[in-house]
Nanobody, 119 residues
């Protein structure tokens, strides 16, 4: 069973930076695509970015050039470095792990961490 624990959320002023971390416990970390999602209050959850086991990354357009995903396969962790934050980035951020199986995929979520950006 996989467990994900996020840390690093908090409050920051517009233009500031934060780094979120996600600790993965379980087996076969490198088999999992690790992603960060976010959910602003009253809105639907959206994918922010993802990193494959080999380190390939992808991001939504609104965070490109500001957010950087990285993973440490030796420590089973993934980090989301967020720079030049703005109030639209305010949300609960969730770590997600996904791995394929024969008839679909396994998927796991962390408990979420709040990021608040003040103007």
């Amino acid at each position: 069973q996989v467990q994900l624990v996020e840390s690093g959320g908090g409050m920051v002023q517009a233009g500031g930076s934060l780094t979120l971390s996600c600790a993965f416990s379980g087996n076969l970390f490198t088999h999992h695509v690790m992603s960060w999602y976010r959910q602003p209050l009253g809105k639907t959850r959206e994918l922010v970015g993802a990193v494959t086991g080999g380190g390939l990354t992808s991001y939504i357009d609104s965070v490109k050039g500001r957010f950087t995903l990285s993973r440490d396969n030796a420590r089973n962790t993934v980090a989301l470095r967020m720079a030049n934050l703005n109030p639209a980035d305010t949300a609960v951020y969730y770590c997600n792990a996904k791995a394929p199986k024969i008839d679909g995929f396994y998927e796991y979520w962390g408990q979420g961490t709040q990021v608040t950006v003040s103007s």
